[in-house]
């Protein structure tokens, strides 16, 4: 008749942890190498939207013509009803 118990792996506790480590270590950098991505990306959005023929400046150059209808802005004076 065959034991219940299993047998203990023969893998060593150092190895295990320097495998978890390593792994945590690809995730980190993994995620520091997005988040560059993501800065770089933004901003050049951002250069191109200051840059003169950008998205922001034809929107602002559109209301000011009369072209685009802006909406009102209240304040906490002004009265209501």
Do not use: W, Y
Request: hydrophobic residues 45%; charged residues 20%; proline residues 5%.
């Amino acid at each position: 008749m065959r034991s219940l118990r299993q047998k203990p792996l023969n893998v060593n506790m150092d190895t295990v942890i320097s495998i978890l480590v390593r792994i945590v270590e690809v995730m980190f950098i993994v995620g520091l190498l997005g988040s560059a991505v993501v800065l770089i990306l933004t901003s050049f959005e951002d250069i191109k939207s200051l840059l003169p023929g950008g998205e922001e400046n034809k929107e602002s150059a559109a209301s000011v013509s009369g072209t685009h209808r802006a909406q009102p802005h209240l304040h906490a004076s002004d009265p209501v009803g």
